[in-house]
Protein backbone atom coordinates (compact mmCIF):
# COMPACT_ATOMS: atom_id res chain seq x y z
CA UNK A 1 0.00 0.00 0.00
CA UNK A 2 1.23 3.79 -0.80
CA UNK A 3 0.44 7.29 0.48
CA UNK A 4 -2.32 7.51 -1.13
CA UNK A 5 -3.60 10.48 1.85
CA UNK A 6 -2.76 13.92 0.61
CA UNK A 7 -4.60 15.78 3.18
CA UNK A 8 -7.02 14.71 6.30
CA UNK A 9 -9.98 16.62 7.64
CA UNK A 10 -10.02 14.98 11.02
CA UNK A 11 -6.94 12.77 12.56
CA UNK A 12 -6.97 10.62 15.59
CA UNK A 13 -4.17 8.82 17.28
CA UNK A 14 -4.61 5.54 18.76
CA UNK A 15 -2.07 4.28 21.70
CA UNK A 16 -2.86 0.74 21.13
CA UNK A 17 -4.11 -1.21 17.96
CA UNK A 18 -7.02 -2.06 20.34
CA UNK A 19 -7.76 1.07 20.62
CA UNK A 20 -7.61 2.45 17.41
CA UNK A 21 -9.97 -1.14 16.35
CA UNK A 22 -12.58 0.25 18.92
CA UNK A 23 -12.69 3.47 17.10
CA UNK A 24 -12.84 1.72 13.57
CA UNK A 25 -15.66 -0.13 14.26
CA UNK A 26 -17.41 2.62 16.34
CA UNK A 27 -17.22 5.22 13.04
CA UNK A 28 -18.12 2.20 10.54
CA UNK A 29 -21.05 1.34 12.29
CA UNK A 30 -22.10 4.95 13.14
CA UNK A 31 -21.14 6.67 9.94
CA UNK A 32 -22.34 3.19 7.65
CA UNK A 33 -18.46 3.45 5.90
CA UNK A 34 -15.61 1.30 5.56
CA UNK A 35 -11.58 2.31 6.50
CA UNK A 36 -9.24 1.64 3.84
CA UNK A 37 -5.38 0.33 4.67
CA UNK A 38 -2.53 3.09 3.31
CA UNK A 39 1.09 3.47 4.05
CA UNK A 40 3.19 6.72 4.12
CA UNK A 41 6.16 5.98 1.38
CA UNK A 42 8.91 6.05 3.75
CA UNK A 43 6.89 3.18 5.90
CA UNK A 44 6.45 5.36 8.71
CA UNK A 45 2.88 6.20 9.06
CA UNK A 46 0.62 3.07 8.77
CA UNK A 47 -3.16 4.30 8.62
CA UNK A 48 -6.48 3.69 8.08
CA UNK A 49 -8.93 6.23 6.51
CA UNK A 50 -12.65 6.25 6.04
CA UNK A 51 -14.57 9.38 4.26
CA UNK A 52 -17.67 10.43 6.52
CA UNK A 53 -20.43 13.14 6.77
CA UNK A 54 -20.62 16.18 8.78
CA UNK A 55 -24.02 17.32 10.03
CA UNK A 56 -24.08 19.19 6.74
CA UNK A 57 -23.76 16.25 5.13
CA UNK A 58 -20.37 17.85 3.48
CA UNK A 59 -18.10 14.51 2.89
CA UNK A 60 -14.90 14.71 5.50
CA UNK A 61 -11.30 12.90 5.77
CA UNK A 62 -11.09 10.72 8.66
CA UNK A 63 -7.49 9.36 9.53
CA UNK A 64 -6.78 7.12 11.93
CA UNK A 65 -3.61 5.74 12.95
CA UNK A 66 -2.44 3.89 16.00
CA UNK A 67 1.11 5.03 17.38
CA UNK A 68 4.36 2.34 16.33
CA UNK A 69 6.57 4.05 19.22
CA UNK A 70 5.19 4.40 22.54
CA UNK A 71 5.68 7.22 24.82
CA UNK A 72 5.36 11.15 24.96
CA UNK A 73 8.33 11.84 23.53
CA UNK A 74 7.37 9.77 20.44
CA UNK A 75 4.43 11.01 20.30
CA UNK A 76 5.45 14.64 19.99
CA UNK A 77 8.14 13.74 17.53
CA UNK A 78 5.50 11.75 15.81
CA UNK A 79 2.94 14.68 15.64
CA UNK A 80 5.26 16.93 13.95
CA UNK A 81 5.44 14.24 11.03
CA UNK A 82 1.50 13.70 10.68
CA UNK A 83 0.49 17.80 10.87
CA UNK A 84 3.37 17.98 8.51
CA UNK A 85 2.66 14.92 5.92
CA UNK A 86 -1.34 14.93 6.59
CA UNK A 87 -1.76 18.68 7.36
CA UNK A 88 -5.20 17.30 9.46
CA UNK A 89 -7.42 20.52 10.13
CA UNK A 90 -7.72 18.68 13.77
CA UNK A 91 -6.34 16.24 15.50
CA UNK A 92 -7.25 13.98 18.65
CA UNK A 93 -5.92 11.01 21.00
CA UNK A 94 -7.42 8.13 22.01
CA UNK A 95 -6.11 6.04 24.25
CA UNK A 96 -4.27 6.48 27.81
CA UNK A 97 -4.86 9.72 28.13
CA UNK A 98 -8.67 9.04 27.50
CA UNK A 99 -9.07 7.38 31.14
CA UNK A 100 -9.76 4.90 33.13
CA UNK A 101 -11.26 2.29 30.95
CA UNK A 102 -12.86 0.63 34.33
CA UNK A 103 -15.57 4.06 34.08
CA UNK A 104 -15.45 4.48 30.30
CA UNK A 105 -16.15 2.74 27.07
CA UNK A 106 -15.78 4.52 23.78
CA UNK A 107 -18.78 5.29 21.51
CA UNK A 108 -21.36 5.60 24.39
CA UNK A 109 -21.94 6.92 27.47
CA UNK A 110 -19.82 6.89 30.89
CA UNK A 111 -20.04 4.30 32.82
CA UNK A 112 -19.81 3.36 36.28
CA UNK A 113 -18.45 0.40 37.70
CA UNK A 114 -18.24 1.57 41.23
Given at each position: ??H??QQA???I????A ?9 V??H?Q ?7 T???HF ?7 P????E ?6 L??TR ?7 LD ?7 F ?9 I?A??K??L?L ?5 H??
Amino acid sequence: MTHDMQQADICIVCALAEEADAVEQVVSEHCQTAFVAGTTDDGHFVYRYATIPNNRHEQLTLLLLCQTRPGPVFTALDLGLLLKTFQPRFVAMSGICAGDKRHLRLGGRQSHTR
